[in-house]
């Protein structure tokens, strides 16, 4: 089911060592090719605004609400009617991950300069003024995106958070009731029935009853992903989050079970998820071709897993040691990196990239979709080498607020005045002599 990477030897004898982010390959997204079909949507969008946004919900979703806001109505009849153990379930992830942003929550800090004290530069954490939070509802409704979106934004202090998700034809053109429960349950109080590029676009622009936001977060389709692309500068984003992957780093005391459980987890979310395992073991990897075809034949979406099981995305790397795997894992860096070895915690420790890192047999990346307490919104297609998940960090602006009494800035004039005639702005140092010169007020 699933190809087979050699990386055994770490050279090839035509050109030397193997460049381990090129021998994995991904999936094959053109986010530049969907900024053609993007564009016309979101000019529509500013131009038209909600007459353009029900045309397009017609046309890509085969509905169009009346009304494109969620009336509070419906929100409360999604919580009142929601299965109890979904709601405990939901109730228990929210627990969980405010705990954890509240611990990340970074205060303000005061540095102090000068002889008497008389310079501070405060470094303030400013909550972003109004967001965007999308939350997908295609392939399926991805109630637990709402929680990850919507926690880190209140434990930030974002004073307005507006939330948007597909219409949905089977339930009279609004977002999934799952969806809607959980947004009662946070208490969003301002949800939208628009999905797709024409939601970015909503947010990034106002329409109707939707005010203009400052930042947009979630993951999406191509379409969403090429739309943050394109307006980014209008709004802030968190990401252009492609499709999920997951890499396992495993040795012969791993579970060949638990690792195909796991790689059929992520594969069961899209066609073009990724699913890759990292071992020198081929023990391991027999057993768990075994274990694929047994467990993909038995579960719900068979057809969606085999493609993405067999498609170039997803692959068995075969390497020397664990060294070598974890180079090839640092190299690939993984939306979702899983350890299954022995030692997994020494391993774990000495990942440099990855969105988050999962340690030992029951840390499964399903448990962070849900409830360990982290963020499952992550950098994909590589991006954890340069960039981090969702955060309370991702909702804050760091200011910084710089007071100087006339003591403390004589003390450090000269220097400003040699740095500004070393840039050819003298202008910049005479606005620091003319303080000094001239008594205050005078």
Known sequence: MMRRIDLRGGTTPDSGPVDYRAAVPRAEVDVEAALHAVRPICEAVRTRGVEAIAE???RFDGVAPEDIRVPASALADALETLDP??????EESIRRLRTSCEAERERDTVTTYGRAGGATVTHRMVPVGRVGLYVPGGVAPLVSSVVMNVVPAQVAGVGSIALTSSPQKDHGGLPHPTILAACALLGVEEVYAVGGAQAIAM???GAGPCERVDLVTGPGSIHTVAAKRLLKGVIGIDSEAGPTEIAVLADDTADAAYVAADLISQAEH???????LVTPSERLADDVEAELEKQ???TRHSDRIRTALS???SAIVLVD????GLAVVDAYAAEHLEIQTEDAAAW???VRNAGAVFVGSFAPVSLGDYCAGSNHVLPTGGCACHSSGLSVRAFLKSVHVVEYDRDALGEVADHVVALAEAEDLPAHGAAVRVRLVTEPGS
């Open 203 to 205: 947010f990034a622009y």
């Open 270 to 276: 899209d066609v073009l998820a990724a699913s890759v």
């Open 56 to 58: 397009l919900s017609q």
């Open 321 to 324: 040691d664990l060294e070598q």
């Open 296 to 298: 993909v034949f038995a």
């Open 85 to 90: 153990d979904v709601r405990a379930g939901l």
């Open 348 to 350: 774990a420790a000495r």
């Open 311 to 313: 498609a170039v995305q």
